[in-house]
T-cell receptor, first 115, second 112 residues
Framework: DQQVKQNSPSLSVQEGRISILNCDYT??????FLWYKKYPAEGPTFLIS?????DKNEDGRFTVFLNKSAKHLSLHIVPSQPGDSAVYFC??????????????FGKGTHLIIQP | KAGVTQTPRYLIKTRGQQVTLSCSPI?????VSWYQQTPGQGLQFLFE???????NKGNFPGRFSGRQFSNSRSEMNVSTLELGDSALYLC???????????FGPGTRLLVL
């Protein structure tokens, strides 16, 4: 069973607008969450993380929101730029770092920024 | 600071063979984790090494093994290759067991 789900395989957003990527999780033991971006033929690049003691973390154009009661997190990118076109992975773990079971990843959302 | 490097980048093997992949972590990082990415299963955790010891292991058969050297470099080995082992193998390093994991470019393995 998938413990981390990204239900939108792809998302198309106009340049300059807000991109919102969503992620749901089922394991209530997860307390650390990360977003990675991946370009073809490259490894995932770390973007931003959030601990379960917070509900929001911001870094430049990227903001991650965590709703623990709904077991839901989202990544907001404002404003969206052409270089943001990539596959975005949501990851979770029990504890910082990978935890005993490593990072658990969603299947990814392909974000396409249209000019 | 140089990032995580993985060698080789591409590899073609046949069923039954074995393969060894190498990972050099970011300088100063002591923890190395390995992940397998396939179209069907996505990114899955293989194992994590810290101070030359395997700390955690994912749900993979014993054909998958690894080790870490005193300079934190790591290798993973897959024996008796199967077609289903075709995948992108990613290595990630972190300062320690609770640090953010930074990924290398991966080794793409094709088993024929």
């Amino acid at each position: 069973d998938q413990q981390v789900k990204q239900n939108s395989p792809s998302l198309s957003v106009q340049e300059g607008r807000i991109s919102i990527l969503n992620c749901d999780y089922t394991n209530s033991m997860f307390d650390y969450f990360l977003w990675y971006k991946k370009y073809p033929a490259e490894g995932p690049t770390f973007l931003i993380s959030i601990s379960s003691i917070k509900d929001k973390n911001e870094d430049g154009r990227f903001t991650v929101f965590l709703n623990k009661s709904a077991k839901h997190l989202s990544l907001h990118i404002v404003p969206s730029q052409p270089g943001d076109s990539a596959v975005y992975f949501c990851a979770a773990s029990e504890g910082r770092g990978g935890g005993a079971d490593g990072l658990t990843f969603g299947k990814g959302t392909h974000l396409i920024i249209q000019p | 600071k140089a990032g995580v490097t993985q060698t080789p980048r591409y590899l073609i093997k046949t069923r039954g063979q074995q393969v060894t992949l190498s990972c050099s972590p970011i300088s100063g990082h002591r923890s190395v984790s390995w992940y397998q990415q396939t179209p069907g299963q996505g990114l899955q955790f293989l194992f994590e090494y810290f101070s030359e010891t395997q700390r955690n292991k994912g749900n993979f058969p014993g054909r998958f093994s690894g080790r870490q050297f005193s300079n934190s470099r790591s290798e993973m080995n897959v024996s008796t290759l199967e077609l289903g082992d075709s995948a992108l193998y990613l290595c990630a390093s972190s300062l320690d067991l609770v640090g953010t994991q930074y990924f290398g470019p991966g080794t793409r393995l094709l088993v024929l």
